[in-house]
């Protein structure tokens, strides 16, 4: 089917009122008062948790719950869910693998173990989010992965295959029956799969922070670390305006590298771009469907994600992913031409829609490794462990990856340190800058795979050493 034309006029005006904000941020009567930053020097803690996201929240809840004689401190170098956790989509999947085609290609061995313990996080962070009374809009509709040319199809039918080989309870749906589900021009098939939740990610980072002072742990916003060195029993914490020593550290800096300058070998900043409609009328609702609420994806190299708000806006992101020499971050590269580009896929998925205005327009920083999954490890004689590496796919895994370091830090020989994706790291990116170039050159690739549907030698020479690059 062709895609019909959006003009540039079109474009324009969806974007016209888009703030360059955050939607899930942009509400202050919800967003918290600033916690204090530290200050001074003599301050000592149990645990001190480098990072106040998803990852550092979840090890010092975690660590509480494990102990709550523990004195465990949390530093955030800004205010609490500024960064990734407050910016992506609330996608909470199972998997702690990227999806079951990357766990059955790095870990074909572990494979029933990961999912069990992927379905085994999932069910506690559900757990957690009821016992502390978490508002944060958790419900669990599912996801549909849609075909939106005839490569899809194909595509969404090996992962139906690959889904139902490992025993997951998977639906193939034709045009037709996806259509049924979301109305779109666009759609010639899907695959539903269950068990895929939706979270408003800044009320759970929120909800996470009240819930870990309940149980007595010390939160630091406007804190940024500047150093970490061995220091006695300890670590020695350096910040902005004092320090702390730690008897033990976990670092959960996403794609901020801070002071551990060996995770700048593992893990790449990439820019994802993301847009939220305003509330979409009871005419426009009915001219999509979508009544499940499902999460939805797309099957290409380079796909889009978006969903359904409890209050009906469509919030639809990714696709491009920005990597900007060497490794810059930096607020000025939050707006660029990849919303203009997510405007006009949106307008194409759904033509129906035509006339619909974007409110908000944000892009964020993922923490992306060379096999999609995070990276593991310990420093400073063992005193000090990490987590980081989600590829745009945390808001459950942090909690696993949490658990990891913490048992890491530890010393306990556990299920998930004895795991190979935890013993064993992703393969480093190269210095640049043949960082960029084999970034670009990948990025090319891929984008050639979807037109053509031929992975290239590039491409398949990185299959072989077990390097990615996810959109």
Known sequence: MPVMAVSPGAVRASLADAVPDVFWTDRPALRPAPRPALTGHGHRADLVVVGGGFTGLWAAVQAKEDDPSLDVVVLERGRLGVAASGRNGGFVSPSLTHGLAQGVACWPDEVPTLERLGAENFSALADTVERYAIDCDLHVPGELTLALDERQVATVREAYDLHREHGVDVELLDAEAARA?????????????????????ARLVWGLAAAAERLGVRLHEDTAVTSLDEDGDGVRVGTEWGSVHGRRVVVGTGAFRGVLRRLAWYTLPVYDHVLMTEPLSAAQLAAVGWEGREGLTDAGNQFHYYRRTLDDRVLFGGYDANYHFPGRID????????????????LEIFPQLDGIRFTHRWAGVIDTTSRFTPVFGTALGGRLAYAVGYTGLGVASTRFGARVALDLVNGRDTE??????????????????FRTLGVKATRASLAAEDRTGRRNLWLRGMDAVGIGFDS
């Open 181 to 201: 589900r979301v109305d779109s021009p666009r759609y010639l098939g899907g695959m539903v799969e269950p068990g895929v939740g939706l979270v408003d990610p």
């Open 331 to 346: 607020a000025r590269l939050e707006q660029s031409a990849s919303h203009d580009l997510l405007a006009r896929h949106f």
């Open 416 to 433: 998930v340190t004895r795991l190979g994706m935890v013993r064993r790291k992703p393969l480093p990116f190269p210095p640049e800058p």
